[in-house]
């Protein structure tokens, strides 16, 4: 059975940081693509970044709302999915997801393309 497990959320001033976690157990992740989602009050649970594995390199994809602010980077020591998320803003205030595809390493920005989710975690950024 194939676990994602979130956590490093919490409540953020705006302007500072925090670093979310995904580590994954039952499942091997490391060619396949796996992404960050947010959902924030009442609404949809949309795409925040993304990395995948394409013609033997790493890839990235980001949302233009994060762009330039969040980093997605895999820590293959950890065997993690790592989001850095710097100049946070109230705006960012959601519930994060962690997802991975089963089958492809190709980021794509459609949920229902990823075959297993995490839980969640909370952030909170305060103006």
């Known amino acids: 059975q194939v676990w994602l497990v979130e956590s490093g959320g919490g409540l953020a001033q705006a302007g500072s940081s925090l670093r979310l976690s995904c580590v994954a157990s039952g499942y091997n992740w490391r060619y396949y693509a796996v992404a960050w989602f947010r959902q924030g009050p009442g609404n949809t649970r949309d795409f925040v970044a993304g990395?995948?594995?394409?013609?033997?390199?790493?890839?990235?994809l980001y949302a233009d709302s994060v762009k330039g602010r969040f980093t997605i980077s895999r820590d293959l020591t950890k065997k993690s999915v790592e989001l850095q998320m710097n100049d946070l803003k109230p705006e960012d205030t959601a519930v994060y997801y962690c997802?991975?595809?089963?089958?492809?390493?190709?980021?794509?920005?459609?949920?229902?393309?990823?075959?297993?989710w995490g839980r969640g975690t909370q952030a909170t950024v305060n103006s």
């Open positions: 990395t995948g594995w394409s013609d033997g390199a790493d890839t990235t």
């Open positions: 997802a991975a595809r089963s089958t492809s390493g190709r980021v794509t920005v459609s949920a229902d393309r990823y075959t297993y």
